[in-house]
């Protein structure tokens, strides 16, 4: 089985293409997904969250308030290194324990992992290979504030906080560039499909 982890920047259109993969019958790990199930109530990554930002980063609930924590990190450096040094291992865990139970099972070619901060991590070495979806800045920008209701001053600051895509597509191995039509995206997660597949 193939092990491809897929990455790209805030409003690149990983998620995007991350569906089309899915629509494609290949299993897709969702490092979002996971990262919330991780912080659950009563879970240790929570516990360690709040250890080290307090309490204020809780709901009513006692449930992760995630706006609040991404207000907190977004806007310094050094407490989003923290939070990452927690949630990260406990990630790259579970979507090794998730790989490891469709390998098992067998009978798919190809299982993708979805997460924005592979390369920032590290955890990209462990995939047989990269894909990494491309588009220009402005274009995130945009999409950010459309999709998320941002302003342009909020809007740089998230993108700024990441690593440049003009970076990231060093590492690929394949990229998928959204800069063009949906039609065309689908068109070429299609043809790197039929290339993972041996098709």
Same mark, same amino acid.
């Given at each position: 089985m193939q092990k491809v982890g897929l990455t790209g920047g805030i409003a690149s259109g990983k998620s995007t293409v991350s569906g089309m993969f899915t629509d494609l019958a290949v299993p897709v790990i969702d490092? !979002?997904?996971?990262?919330?199930?991780?912080?659950? *109530?009563?879970?240790?990554?929570?516990?360690?969250?709040? !250890?080290?930002?307090?309490?204020?980063?809780?709901?009513?609930?006692?449930? +992760?308030?995630?706006?609040? +924590?991404?207000?907190?990190?977004?806007?310094?450096?050094?407490?989003?290194?923290?939070?990452?040094?927690?949630?990260? *291992?406990?990630?790259?865990?579970?979507?090794?324990?998730?790989?490891?139970?469709l390998e098992r099972e067998g009978g798919t070619p190809v299982a993708i992992v979805d997460a924005a901060v592979m390369i920032e991590s590290?955890?990209?070495?462990?995939?047989?290979?990269?894909?990494?979806?491309?588009?220009?800045v402005s274009q995130q920008i945009c999409r950010l504030r459309r999709r998320n209701g941002m302003n342009e001053e909020e809007a740089m600051k998230r993108v700024n906080a990441q690593m440049p895509l003009s970076e990231k597509v060093k590492y690929a191995d394949h990229v998928i560039d959204n800069r063009g039509s949906i039609d065309d995206t689908r068109k070429q997660v299609e043809e790197l499909m039929k290339l993972l597949s041996g098709k």
């Open positions: 490092a !979002d997904l996971i990262a919330r199930e991780v912080v659950a *109530p009563g879970s240790r990554a929570l516990g360690a969250i709040v !250890d080290a930002f307090g309490e204020e980063i809780l709901t009513d609930n006692k449930s +992760l308030n995630r706006a609040r +924590l991404a207000e907190i990190v977004f806007s310094d450096p050094p407490k989003k290194k923290i939070l990452e040094g927690i949630l990260h *291992p406990e990630i790259i865990a579970e979507q090794d324990r998730r790989l490891r139970d590290g955890s990209w070495k462990r995939f047989d290979s990269l894909v990494v979806v491309d588009c220009d």
